[in-house]
T-cell receptor, first 114, second 113 residues
């Protein structure tokens, strides 16, 4: 099992460019998440999706859009990248399955916006 | 709203015990989890508490008090490899009844010889 796969691992954009970060999981999880991580800020929730066809805003959704293409895939799009979006982005998935409800994370995408 | 507070840094000696605290204010709260992240890596799951009390997993234990909106992670017999960042994460249900997970700002643990 690959778990959660994120692409690309690294990306450099110029201000105003657009791009899509891809995420796929093979664990048949319903819930998927996008977080960004900045030094000293922890992991901040951008968007999440509880199931195919539903998406919800997290703590910092401005400047981003998401698509839950199917149960496996959850993509994050930056329509017009800004330097403030320079960050490490993590995708995660989980299932409400007691007793442990663990998130499985992808390896991350390091994005720089110049 | 959602907020989780943790100390930013902790230093402890190899072989000792360290406790990392987390206080939360989370609407729809139903569980608290802890994750470990080494520099350059992804967070990995350590523990989950849905009920009050202590959960033990090897050298790591986690505690939750729902009435105090408080939890902690206890690391025993510290090893150098435990040097990492530790995040508490609050599990909640949003207005639609769906799972939502928000993280604290993290505690950087340095283990010294």
């Amino acid at each position: 099992n690959a778990g959660v796969t994120q692409t690309p691992k690294f990306q450099v954009l110029k201000t105003g460019q657009s791009m899509t970060l891809q995420c796929a999981q093979d664990m048949n999880h319903n819930s998927m998440y996008w977080y960004r991580q900045d030094p000293g800020m922890g992991l901040r929730l951008i968007y999440y999706s509880a199931s195919e066809g539903t998406t919800d805003k997290g703590e910092v959704p401005n400047g981003y859009n998401v698509s839950r293409l199917n149960k496996r895939e959850f993509s994050l799009r930056l329509e017009s990248a800004a330097p403030s979006q320079t960050s490490v982005y993590f995708c995660a998935s989980s299932e409400r399955r007691r007793p442990n409800e663990k998130l499985f994370f992808g390896s991350g995408t390091q994005l720089s916006v110049l | 709203g959602q907020s989780l507070e943790q100390p930013s840094e902790v230093t402890a000696v190899e072989g000792a015990i360290v406790q990392i605290n987390c206080t939360y204010q989370t609407s729809g709260f139903y569980g608290l989890s802890w994750y470990q992240q080494h520099d350059g890596g992804a967070p990995t799951f350590l523990s989950y508490n849905a009920l009050d009390g202590l959960e033990e997993t090897g050298r790591f234990s986690s505690f939750l008090s729902r009435s105090d909106s408080y939890g902690y992670l206890l690391l025993q017999e510290l090893q150098m490899k435990d040097s990492a960042s530790y995040f508490c994460a609050a599990y909640s249900l949003n207005s639609g009844g769906y799972q939502k997970v928000t993280f604290g700002t993290g505690t950087k643990l340095q283990v010294i010889p």
